[in-house]
């Protein structure tokens, strides 16, 4: 199997992770108490942190691949990670807002 069509199997891999994380943080009565959403929450992180996993392992059968000469699969091997990185950053830092600096101006 070549590198190529590992690294677009891991990115659309990735791609499945992800919007099974966008649907299992979606839905629930709009009465509902903090718990469920907070499972809900949680939910998202977990499915994530696994799409993560991937885009880490993406990534490093891409630098492998572009050391022998691959450069084609450099966008598919990378764009998965630094979007993980920058979605889980943005959700860090939303509930570091929520938790120290909100409470402030209440």
């Not at 891991?10 to 903090?34: I, Q, Y």
């Not at 450099?74 to 570091?96: N, Q």
């Amino acid at each position: 199997m070549s590198s190529r069509t590992i690294v677009h199997a891991l990115a659309a891999g990735w791609g499945a992770l992800m919007l099974v994380s966008l649907t299992s943080s979606l839905g629930g009565e709009p009465g509902d108490a903090a718990q469920p959403a907070l499972a809900r929450m949680v939910s998202f992180l977990i499915w994530q942190l696994g799409a993560l996993g991937v885009a880490i392992a993406g990534t490093a059968v891409t630098r492998a691949a572009a050391a022998r000469g691959v450069v084609t699969v450099k966008l598919a091997g990378y764009a998965p990670l630094a979007a993980s990185l920058f979605i889980l950053g943005a959700v860090v830092l939303m509930i570091a807002f929520r938790v120290l600096v909100q409470p402030a101006f209440a």
